[in-house]
């Protein structure tokens, strides 16, 4: 057992230290991409943080960064919006050689649809959908919104010369989801139907708010032949698809990257995916060719792989060396899936965006930050003790942790505790290297604390840190996250603990949990006064009725009911779908048409569906006047 004495010696001689120490000012830098027009963030004038306002529009294709069918300037980007004005035609289309003539622009140029027969005959075995067998498939590049399709036949396109015999009389358009192909028969139905045309120009509106792939202009049966002169495509609304990669950003030594902020404006049927990556060297890419023994290749500098023929490169790799792989897409409009995790300090980030868009409008993102700061120590591992416990069960846990600290790193003098699937209850101890130290709990609720302590700096490199606090763990795999932080450095992000061996007695080298069930069910339910007298009076005027859902790993649904003793229902409290967590809901002594109940004995009833079982509590309250 440690001398308290001595304890107490050894931090008067560590803050004795750190007083004569020079003050650090830490920076933080903060990444803005678009919003040009708003104001710096509020911190933005505080000493040690760094503004920097970006461009959108600033990609290079050196440094990492393209876009895909994305407009963008300096207050927003979002999926490109077609011009309806704009013939998309000749710059989107491919497949049919015949297409060549009918999009070229040139009036003097056309195609020439030779005579149709939907009976055969003659040598033919032409069949017809309808009224319709002839077709010209028009594929895109990717969907989109069809507004109108401009046909010119009859000769030049110059109506002075018009040939009303070879105009089209008879035409059908149909949409289609998929590319078609050149050859692909006719595909019903047709939401254009034009018969006995005498127009030379068809001006067609496209009644559809349908994104489609291709697009069939299906032509009837005819005798004589039809010359077609022009076919021009007119788009509307956003393109479904559009992407967005950033230039990798330096922040020139290894940092800590996080705490991302943005500001949207969704849009229906509409998604905007984000993912990250960070990493610690420029070369973002390994580059290979092929050594002509089958599928054999061999690493090659980027300069030798822009010197090979095309059949010589193999396709480019991230460089997982020193490069993490594309984060889990997150859900921006949404939040569906996890917000991004930067993990280990590195010098680089570079982010990518994704928009899908089913609609006429798409999610437009206003403004896209990141922060980042230098870490507070070089590395630093954590694990936790015990790993295997009783779900429910309040538990006393020791989390450890190990910094490796080098010369220059500013140590650090607090951390944050995250739960996840888990309460936090109470922070018991702080121990350094063995020996108990004073501590401060700023802030603590179920989902976490914050709690500080004496400078762990470079002369308490390699040292063990341990955290001992009480916590419930609510299901199989909850965990404690924690970040690590500079005191000095009110505005850096903080530095996260790596799952690792921290120490050497505690075999887990982890930070998860595997829960047995320590509870009489997955539900939990406790009812407070069991007696109460709802007469207004402002004394036990209404019940608690709190449960805490265990083992659950998605939203189930709950129903909490009070019935009679003759198990009619009297009132509905609560129907919902509700997650992993501790939950609370009130009666008044009210039906559900709002009356006061007659005293006596009434059930009170939680239900709830999970993992396929249904669980019921009950139990009894006293309504007394």
Excluded at 116 to 143: H, M, P
Excluded at 151 to 172: A, E, M, R, T, Y
Excluded at 342 to 370: I, K, M, W
Aim: charged letters at 25%; aromatic letters at 8%; one cysteine or more.
């Amino acid at each position: 057992m440690p001398d308290p004495g001595s304890t107490n010696r050894r931090w008067l001689l560590v803050a004795a230290l750190l007083a004569i120490m020079p003050e650090l000012c830490g920076a933080v830098t903060i990444y803005r991409f678009g919003g040009e027009a708003l104001a710096p963030p509020a911190e933005a004038n505080q000493p040690g943080v760094v503004f920097r306002q970006m461009n959108w529009a600033d990609l290079s294709l050196l440094n990492g960064g393209q876009s895909t069918r994305v407009q963008m300037d300096g207050e927003k980007i979002g999926p490109l919006l077609h011009n309806p004005r704009k013939n998309i035609a000749p710059e989107r289309l491919a497949g049919d050689s015949r297409l060549t003539a009918l999009m070229d622009r040139n009036g003097e140029t056309f195609w020439t649809a030779p005579r149709y027969d939907c009976g055969g005959g003659a040598g033919q075995s032409n069949r017809c959908e309808g009224r319709f067998g002839l077709v010209i498939n028009i594929d895109f590049e990717d969907e989109i919104l069809i507004d109108r399709i401009l046909i010119i036949s009859g000769g030049s396109g110059d109506p002075q010369f018009v040939n009303p015999v070879s105009i089209i009389k008879h035409l059908g358009i149909a949409l289609s989801p998929e590319p078609l192909g050149a050859s692909a028969r006719p595909q019903p139905p047709y939401i254009v139907e034009i018969h006995d045309n005498k127009k030379q120009s068809l001006n067609i509106s496209i009644p559809s708010y349908q994104p489609a792939a291709a697009v069939q202009i299906a032509l009837g049966e005819h005798s004589l032949p039809w010359e077609i002169v022009e076919i021009q495509i007119y788009a509307k609304g956003v393109t479904k698809e559009a992407s967005y990669t950033s230039n990798m950003i330096d922040f020139g030594r290894p940092a800590v990257w996080g705490e991302v902020r943005w500001s949207l404006q969704p849009e229906v049927d509409s998604n905007l995916i984000l993912q990250t990556r960070n990493g610690a060297l420029a070369e973002l890419f390994r580059y290979w060719k092929y050594t002509g023994v089958g599928d054999q290749k061999v690493e090659v500098t980027k300069e030798e792989y822009d010197q090979l023929k095309r059949s010589q490169q193999g396709e480019p790799t991230t460089n997982l060396d020193s490069w993490n792989s594309w984060s889990p897409r997150f859900d921006m409009a949404r939040g569906a899936g996890s917000p991004p995790l930067f993990p280990r300090p590195r010098r680089f980030l570079q982010f990518r965006l994704e928009f899908f868009s089913l609609g006429a409008e798409g999610t437009e993102l206003e403004f896209l930050e990141f922060r980042a700061s230098e870490a507070a120590v070089h590395d630093v591992v954590g694990e936790l003790d015990p790993v295997e416990v009783e779900a429910g069960a309040l538990t006393r846990f020791t989390y450890a942790l190990k910094p490796r600290l080098e010369a220059g790193d500013s140590g650090f003098d607090r951390l944050v505790i995250s739960t996840v699937a888990a309460r936090l209850d109470s922070v018991h101890e702080v121990r350094i290297d063995g020996l108990t130290a004073p501590f401060t709990v700023d802030s603590l609720d179920e989902e976490g604390a914050a709690i500080s302590f004496p400078r762990v700096g470079e002369e308490l490199s390699d040292a063990v840190i341990e955290i001992v606090f009480g916590a419930q763990a609510l299901r199989y795999g909850s965990a404690f996250t924690v970040r690590i932080a500079d005191s000095r450095r009110p505005f850096d992000v903080g530095q996260p603990v790596l799952a690792g061996d921290a120490v050497d007695e505690m075999l887990g080298d982890r930070v998860w949990i595997e829960t047995t069930i320590a509870v009489p069910s997955v539900l939990d339910v406790e009812v407070a006064p069991s007696v109460f007298t709802p007469n207004g009076d402002g004394v036990n005027d209404q019940v608690s009725i709190g449960y805490s859902l265990f083992e659950t790993t998605g939203g189930v649904l709950v129903e909490v009911e009070i019935r009679d003793l003759a198990g009619r229902l009297v009132k509905q409290v609560y129907s919902g779908e509700q997650a992993i967590g501790r939950f609370e809901h009130t009666w008044d002594g009210q039906d559900d048409g709002g009356r006061q109940v007659p005293p006596g004995i009434y059930i009170y009833r939680v239900t709830t569906n999970m993992n396929d079982d249904r669980l019921v509590k009950t139990g009894t309250l006293h309504v007394v006047y």
